[in-house]
């Protein structure tokens, strides 16, 4: 049985370039909110016990681990079955938006309602409901880099044209959500209501925008049966994906730098520096490198290729951090000096996060190389729980290692052996975990230029064999 892979004529256009860009600023003005107000909204507006929130927590955060895969998998399926004319992914996105607009208005407002048991279950089903609603905009959203580029250079393009969105999708609910809390309190419900309107109605414009704006330039031919579609396909992957296999281990490396990272930089400065004033300092040097890394890594993967960009990223990057412990193993670094130094370090760490979405997209493409197959909703959806994975690890790891160090929140000094706690925390850990993505790359990822010549061969003949398993492919790939 074989498949035709069509490629639509032309190159990526600034509409292209602008609807994708539009993907991931339309679902983070409301997913957003989950990291910035969410616990608050819980505790001081609807008064759950802290306690009771952490196993709700828990419970939220193994169905996000769990939705994700399934939700790829479903997409690719549906795809096999019905062969939509208007594409693989951009349906969904048109489903999925008026939804994610809903549920999160009804997440933020419908509980208010109710008191006790009533009101926990209520918020319990809001949360899984947004949560569903943001994985259908959210896989498609992803998953559609692949579909809409053909080589190295489109990738990194499209990488940073989600990077800006994210970051406008992000700044935006964190800007307005504290304004608004404070005019009405953080134990008002209208604080909360009037933020929830005010970040689903433009979200939901803006992802409107992302379907109208984008175009699945890369199409599957209509020989694709539902029944060759497997969940169990991810298993396969795992096995002989190694690009993907790769990915993964990146994707729990760096959420987990990131996450502790997050976590415990605010105890760094006020326990270590005695003023948290620096960590002002500290986001405000990352940020215009993030913000310069979206705009020139697309030129230099034109030179180096996506891959070598973000390992020589991820490995200047951890150097950074290590030169930064031993600094302060050796002597007492000025904060305004760590705020330099390890803004630089983390800069360079996230430019890997901003553009790793090109390298899914490869993944995807060698994956159809080695099996056959062209599950971009699955592989794209497993690689998110390897990121869940990562941010659970981040989490729980910071939280619990406070206590490991012995940190006491009731002094007002730390004693000495916390405070080197801290700094292995706060500077070692993110830099063994940056190192840990690039060694990923250095040592797992296989796709050399020769490979990416099958790739291309590969799409340019417009014929693959799909019935054919992973061991009967002939392709001579060196581990």
Known sequence: ????????????????????????????????????????????CLGVNTG?????????????????PLMGALMDKVFAKHQNKKGKFRPWLLRATPLLAVTSLALWTVPTLFEGVTLLVVLFMCKILY?????????????????MSKNDAERASLSS?????????????????????????????????????????????????????????????????????????????????????????????ICT???????????????????????????ALSSPIMIGSMLVVPFMCKKLGLEKVIRYSLLIGGVIYAILFGMHMIFDVHPLLHSVISGLGMGMGMVSIQMQWGLVGEAIDYNELVTGKRTEGSIYGTFNLARR????????????????IGYNGKLEIQTPST??????????????????????????????P???????????DKKVDESASAEDVPVDIEA
């Not at 730098?257 to 006020?270: D, W």
């Open 389 to 404: 994975i990562g941010q659970t690890i981040g989490n729980g790891f910071a939280i619990y290692a406070l206590g490991w």
């Open 131 to 147: 949560e569903a609603a943001y994985t259908m905009f959210n896989i498609p959203m992803g998953s559609l880099l692949s579909a």
């Open 52 to 68: 009771i929130l952490g196993t709700l927590v828990i419970i939220w955060t193994i169905w996000d681990a769990i939705n994700d």
């Open 419 to 448: 405070v080197v706690g801290l700094k292995v925390l706060c500077v070692l850990v993110p830099a063994l975990f940056v190192l840990g993505s690039w060694a990923a790359f250095k040592f797992v990822w296989n796709i050399t």
């Open 1 to 44: 049985m074989a498949k035709d892979l069509k490629l639509k004529g032309g190159g990526l256009t600034k509409k292209h370039w602008f609807g994708y860009m539009f993907g991931d600023f339309g679902g983070c003005m409301t997913f957003t909110l989950m990291s910035s107000i969410f616990t608050i909204y819980c505790t001081d």
């Open 161 to 253: 044209a989600r990077g800006v969105g994210s970051m406008f999708g992000n700044m935006i609910p964190a800007m307005l959500a504290p304004v608004l809390l404070s005019v009405f309190g953080e134990k008002d419900s209208k604080g909360y209501m009037v933020t929830a309107i005010i970040c689903a109605s433009v979200g939901f414009v803006i992802c409107l925008l992302h379907y109208f704006l984008t175009e699945e330039r890369t199409t599957v031919g209509e020989n694709v049966k539902a029944d060759d579609i497997k969940v169990s396909d991810i298993l396969n992957v795992v096995r002989h994906n190694r690009p993907f296999v790769a990915l993964c281990i990146h994707g729990v490396c």
């Open 257 to 283: 730098m990131q996450y502790v990272a997050q976590t415990l930089s605010i105890y760094m400065y006020s326990a270590v520096f005695h003023d948290t004033a620096y960590q002002t300092i500290g986001t």
């Open 450 to 460: 020769d490979v990416r010549a099958k790739l291309a061969e590969m799409k340019a």
